[in-house]
């Protein structure tokens, strides 16, 4: 009896711990923050400054894998005159953790391309900053690191 007093005790402290660790059902916050960051990169590999400038904020501050610093204006300009040329900008998973009128969104991406006639793979965590305004979110800060090849 006592042996089965036991093992039911572990069973329901074990199911309420397993439980306890499953995920969180995504946000629509979440999830409206993760389609943004999708369709920031969509527009970054095409190179479409003016669908980027709607998912940027004004005061936008922009940290690149390489430590450029720029604002909204510079940024929008590097996407359509940089040496480099993607061809696939996406993410490996997105984490967002949203704080009411703010968010921030972590993760790793990955772009391939050409840069001066020769292919690259870079491969960086980033994180981003949003606000929500006027009933729409857009990045107020971003940051990215470059992963080295190992």
């Known amino acids: 009896m006592k042996t089965a ?4 005790s572990f069973a329901i402290v074990l199911s309420a711990t397993l439980f306890a660790q499953e995920k ?18 969509q527009a970054e590999a095409r190179r479409d400054a003016t669908a980027i400038s709607s998912i940027v904020a004004d005061s936008l501050t922009y940290i690149d894998y ?32 949203v704080f009411g009128n703010a968010a921030v969104a972590t993760g790793i991406y990955r772009e391939t391309g050409v840069a001066k006639g020769k292919p690259y793979t870079h491969r960086a965590r980033f994180t981003d900053t949003w606000i929500k305004q ?3 979110w857009q990045c107020i800060a971003s940051q990215s690191t470059l992963i080295p090849n190992k």
């Open 24 to 41: 969180s059902p995504s946000t629509g916050d979440e999830i409206q923050i993760q389609q943004l960051e999708r369709a920031w990169n």
């Open 66 to 97: 390489d430590g450029t610093l720029m604002n909204k204006p510079e940024y929008l300009h590097s996407v359509t005159k940089s040496d480099l040329e993607p061809d696939h900008l996406f993410d490996e998973g997105v984490s967002v953790r």
């Open 5 to 8: 007093c036991a093992f039911l």
């Open 134 to 136: 006027n009933a729409a």
